[in-house]
């Protein structure tokens, strides 16, 4: 089983969450990290490396900061350059008929800067993290593949350094699950 971790986050150098997560899943055998802005500083997406480097794995996970309900920008990139008719879907069938992708479990490991409590009616932002990644769902059922339930690791701002060190150890078992 080989997984490779699209990270996208815009300023690393910067990060709390994601770069303790990154570093964790960078420890495992079996996962590739690829940091797309260290990849592609200027944003220029190199659309055949990416669709050969996701053919050589098994799983893909999407992880990032949650940044207005969504993904950073070069992740959403990511998606409309390398998710190319013919490669990852075909251009003459019905939807969902995927080809490079087909059968591939997807899951995405999101940081958020609200709390797990917030996530939920009546909470500022109403609706789970799982709900805002619908968009995501709706393209790995289209391209046949497997949906995981996400990591979620909330407020990672509040974690002191005990608190992020486990959570960098769930999500490595939730990486080799
Ligand atoms: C542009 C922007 C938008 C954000 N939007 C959200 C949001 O919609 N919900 C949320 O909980 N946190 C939001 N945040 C907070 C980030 O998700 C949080 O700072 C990040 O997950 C922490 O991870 P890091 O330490 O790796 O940067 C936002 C932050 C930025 C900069």
């Known amino acids: 089983m080989s997984t490779l971790v699209l990270l996208a986050h815009p300023d690393l150098s910067n990060s709390r969450g994601n770069a303790v997560l990154a570093a964790a899943a960078h420890d495992l055998a079996g996962v590739t990290v ?27 996970v999407f992880q990032f900061p949650l940044y207005w309900y969504s993904t950073p920008p070069i992740l959403k990139a990511w998606q409309d350059e390398v998710l190319t008719i013919g490669w990852a879907y075909d251009p003459m069938g019905a939807a969902g008929t995927g080809i490079a992708l ?9 940081t958020t800067g ?3 409590s917030e996530f939920a009616a009546g909470g500022w932002n109403e609706h789970s993290v799982e709900s805002f990644l619908l968009p995501i769902a709706g393209t790995v059922n289209f391209l046949e593949m497997r949906w995981r339930a996400p990591f979620v690791a909330y407020a990672t ?19 080799l699950a």
């Open 34 to 60: 690829h940091d797309l802005h260290a990849a592609y500083p200027d944003g220029r997406i190199d659309v055949a490396a990416e669709q050969q480097s996701v053919e050589a794995h098994d799983a893909i």
């Open 157 to 175: 701002f509040a974690l002191d350094d005990d608190e992020l060190a486990r959570t960098a150890a769930d999500y490595q078992e939730w990486l």
């Open 114 to 116: 609200a709390p797990a």
């Open 102 to 110: 087909k059968g591939k479990t997807l899951g995405c490991a999101v």
